[in-house]
């Protein structure tokens, strides 16, 4: 959050720029194509990125949730944004406009120093677990994607831990870089083995975390509650 990276003063500032918003399930939050006006922070709920491809078919490019931000390489560049925010639920957030934005960073340089360091750590990440995910085996990218939306979006059930969104498994897909039939392959196989569960025609329980993470080959990650 970003937040976290000022001290009381800077804070109370920020809090008082802040405009808060509330979105419905599947409202656009921005456009592909459309001006930057701010940054989104996501309070509640979450928000999946969606990018349309030339023949009219979209793909996510990922999910956003609460205590993270979006929006804030077309702010800097003062570009347009390069793909759709859509809300996954009902979504609160937090809007920073962008002239207030950059008054702030030019108030509270050190602040900006440490932004600028938080996003270029988020961006080594991002490439290394791309290159990690483009040479596993399509079972292991769907397990891995599983555990990594369990742990960003998992609400713990008497089942096991139901990932809250709904995501037909053409999201998946798209997220995953498989089709569509290779995905529902995979997921029909890790049913069979007891380890997932269809909470619904969109939704998924991992119910053995255990072998999920065996199979995967990570530690057992935190779910939040």
């Known amino acids: 959050c970003l937040l976290a990276y000022l001290d009381e003063e800077g804070r109370a500032i920020l809090k008082g720029m802040l405009v808060p918003k509330t979105f419905r399930k599947n409202e656009i939050v921005f456009l592909e194509d459309e001006k930057a006006e701010g940054l989104y922070m996501v309070c509640s709920g979450g928000i999946k990125l969606v990018k349309s491809s030339l023949g009219g078919?979209?793909?996510i490019l990922g999910l956003v949730g609460p205590g993270s931000f979006c929006g804030f390489p077309p702010l800097i560049s003062?570009?347009?944004h390069f793909c759709t925010?859509?809300?996954?639920?009902r979504t609160e957030l937090k809007f920073l406009p962008r002239e207030s934005f950059l008054g702030f960073l030019k108030r509270f340089p050190s602040f900006t120093f440490n932004l600028i360091d938080h996003?270029?750590?988020q961006l080594r990440l991002a490439r290394l677990q791309l290159q990690?995910?483009?040479c596993k085996p399509g079972r292991l990218r769907i397990v891995d994607l599983l555990l990594q939306l369990g742990r960003d979006f998992g609400r713990p059930t008497s089942e096991g831990v139901e990932i809250r969104f709904e995501l037909s498994r053409a999201d998946l897909a798209g997220m995953a870089g498989l089709t569509t039939e290779t995905t529902i392959r995979i997921?029909?196989?890790?049913?069979q083995e007891g380890v997932v569960a269809a909470g619904g025609p969109k939704r998924i329980v991992l119910l053995d975390l255990k072998r999920l993470?065996?199979?995967s080959g990570s530690e057992?990650?935190?779910f939040k509650r």
């Open 187 to 191: 997921l029909s196989s890790l049913r």
């Open 220 to 222: 057992e990650p935190n």
């Open 78 to 80: 003062q570009r347009t």
């Open 57 to 59: 078919r979209q793909q």
């Open 132 to 134: 990690n995910f483009s």
């Open 213 to 215: 993470n065996e199979l």
């Open 85 to 89: 925010a859509q809300a996954i639920d």
């Open 119 to 121: 996003l270029a750590d």
